[in-house]
């Protein structure tokens, strides 16, 4: 388990009646309540019902250990956006740049490795700029008082541009011998398993324990959940606002490194559509759009969903087309059962 | 009785503008360990914004604010808690998708290393909760949504008291409590208060007021008008200390209107 203790059900109105002798309607079934409360449960039930029906409907396809070794490597660099995509969601912001940031500092890194730097400076530099885009994404919210969906979608348009202009919209392409740190970072480590799964894991465990087992973790939940009790409370709002807008570009600057060492090549075309999906992904695993909710055991989950409904459609004879359709279907169900099922806990309305 | 003490906190010539708007008009205002003062007013009178600023909350436009003698600037709440002030706002300061420990100790988190130490976090909750009689709470992982709404303010006030600082600044803190909850609450204040703390309340219920305050300081209009001493006063008496407030700013005096028409606005 990565983390799942402050994500209980949706929030319910302020004062409501009821308290500790309150009863739900499930009655005095703490095991069924608690899981229930959890609010990765019901998408991780979702997800085991796509898996039994993609595997019903692929003929032994989709259940194959290769079909799952490119799940998971294709779900990776997603997974490593939604890390900080749920990060910042769940500290009441959005960030819409992190499309353009992932190939942006990805191609600086690329660019640099063509030209014989060292690719651990490179990738210093990539991670640098991604802070860099996420500092300037989180100051210019909290000091002008713009909402971050206005400025993060001001510097989604600015960071694709650059790069366009950059590129001149080539393809820029490693040429063999490959770095090792390119390996390192999205190489195959033994069969189908490729190093980006364990980044990937890695860091959402990493940031889970950031979230749920330290004080700056505990700020982004309380800023995301109510920030004039947070200003109340004494914690430093505007610091851990930007500090989660930074994270968020950090970790979308190193899925760009990763996917360059997956493929080798970087294009301003790539990741172009990740800040809706990584929000999608998000939401889908647990996320509330509102903050103060989510966690990183529901930003996998939601994230592996993704992927398994691209594979899944693709090998059970579906038109590849339906994926966005059948993406949006899931989206709004999810936020449905997770409204209903948190209703049902409390037991209220 | 800490009335006549040194006072811990002084607010002195203190004024805060929004905009064009005066919320409070130099305020000279002083709180001594031992002593619970209530500050009562209208709405819109001043009271929550002159808390707001011994809290950190906000800064003052103008003024100084002074704790033991020396000159302190709170840039945030943080600062007006580590300098020894614990508050309780109107709105409570809970956040609802968070766990009771983790509200009770937000701002204060308890650590071990670089991590939370949620053991002693829980077990001092635990603790605290017993003490002020809702140690019915077992499940302290619950988010304080699902909470009452005396559950939720007992929370916030037990979280101010169990910090023991030197000052308790509380806003509204018996607004939806129950007659029992609200003697609960006058229970910690006046323990607070016979342990040292200055204890400030601002309170819309006159009655309630009374019962616990050693003090009474009047607002009107960002001004203090009034600040006695409680002698029993009886609540027609504090309702007519917020009429003399309103006739000495429309600069007449209780003579000019007569006593029976303070009296009578005063039973309205």
């Not at chain 2, 700013?249 to 007569?258: D, F, R």
Request: aromatic share 6%.
């Amino acid at each position: 388990m990565l983390d799942v203790a402050n994500t209980g059900t949706s929030p319910a109105p302020a004062g409501g009646a009821g308290g500790t002798a309150r009863t739900s309607r499930l009655g005095g079934n703490a095991l069924v309540f608690r899981l229930l409360r959890q609010r990765e449960t019901g998408i991780i039930a979702v997800g085991i019902v796509l898996f039994v029906v993609f595997s019903l409907l692929s003929n032994g396809t989709f259940d194959s250990v290769q079909n799952w070794g490119g799940i998971t490597s294709a779900a990776a660099e997603l997974g490593i956006v939604t890390i900080g995509v749920a990060l910042l969601m769940i500290s009441g912001e959005f960030d819409l740049s992190v499309g353009a940031n992932f190939s942006f500092s990805a191609l600086v890194m690329a660019i640099m490795v063509q030209d014989h730097y060292p690719p651990g400076a490179a990738l210093v530099v990539c991670l640098a700029i991604g802070a860099g885009i996420g500092l300037v994404n989180g100051v210019v919210t909290v000091v002008l008082d713009i909402p971050s969906f206005i400025t993060t979608l001001g510097t989604f348009f600015l960071w694709t541009g650059v790069t366009l202009i950059v590129t001149g919209g080539e393809t820029v392409t490693i040429l063999p011998p490959t770095p090792t740190l390119l390996n390192v970072l999205g190489g195959v480590l033994s069969g189908q398993v490729r190093s980006e799964l364990l980044w990937w894991l890695g860091l959402a465990l990493a940031v889970g324990v950031v979230l749920q087992r330290t004080v700056t973790g505990n700020w982004f939940f309380a800023v995301g959940g109510k920030r004039s009790a947070a200003v109340e409370a004494g914690v430093p709002v505007a610091r851990t606002r930007v500090l989660a807008f930074v994270a968020c570009g950090v970790l979308a600057a190193f899925a760009g490194a990763v996917q360059l060492g997956h493929l080798g090549s970087m294009s301003a075309s790539f990741g172009t559509t990740y800040q809706l999906e990584a929000i999608a992904a998000s939401v889908v695993g647990g996320c509330a759009l509102m903050g103060g909710r989510g966690s990183m055991l529901g930003a996998v989950v939601g994230t592996l969903i993704l992927a398994m409904l691209d594979s899944g459609l693709i090998l059970s004879g579906v038109s590849p087309y339906w994926y966005e359709a059948v993406v949006g279907v899931i989206l709004v169900a999810a936020v449905a059962m997770h409204t209903r099922v948190g209703r049902l806990v409390r037991g209220g309305d | 009785m800490g009335v006549g003490l040194k006072p811990w906190f002084e607010a002195r010539g203190v004024t805060k503008t929004f905009g064009g708007v005066v919320a409070l008009d130099g305020i000279d205002l002083a709180f001594s360990p031992g002593e619970i003062v209530g500050l009562i007013g209208d709405n819109g009178s001043g009271k929550s914004t002159f808390v707001k600023i011994a809290s950190g909350v906000y800064q003052p436009t103008r003024g100084q604010v002074f704790i033991e003698g020396k000159e302190v600037r709170f840039r945030n709440a943080a600062d007006a808690r580590r300098a020894g002030i614990e508050t309780v706002h109107q709105d409570l300061g809970l956040v609802d998708s968070m766990s009771i420990v983790r509200n009770f100790f937000l701002g204060a988190e308890l650590r071990r290393g670089p991590f939370l130490d949620l053991r002693r976090m829980r077990a001092e909750t635990n603790k605290m909760l017993e003490e002020i009689g809702l140690g019915n709470l077992r499940d302290l992982g619950q988010d304080v949504s699902r909470l009452s709404g005396g559950e939720r303010q007992a929370i916030s006030i037990g979280r101010a008291v169990a910090f023991e600082k030197k000052m308790l600044v509380l806003d509204e803190p018996t607004s939806a409590l129950s007659i029992a909850e609200t003697e609960k609450v006058f229970e910690f204040m006046r323990r607070a208060r016979d342990r040292g703390l200055a204890v400030v309340c601002v309170m819309h219920n006159l009655a309630q007021v009374r019962d616990v305050a050693d003090r009474f300081v009047v607002f009107w209009h960002g001004k203090k008008v009034v600040d006695v001493a409680n002698e029993g006063q009886g609540e027609e008496e504090l309702a007519s200390y917020i009429i003399k407030g309103k006739l000495s700013e429309l600069g007449l005096s209780e003579n000019a209107v007569g006593t029976g028409v303070l009296r009578a606005l005063a039973q309205e």
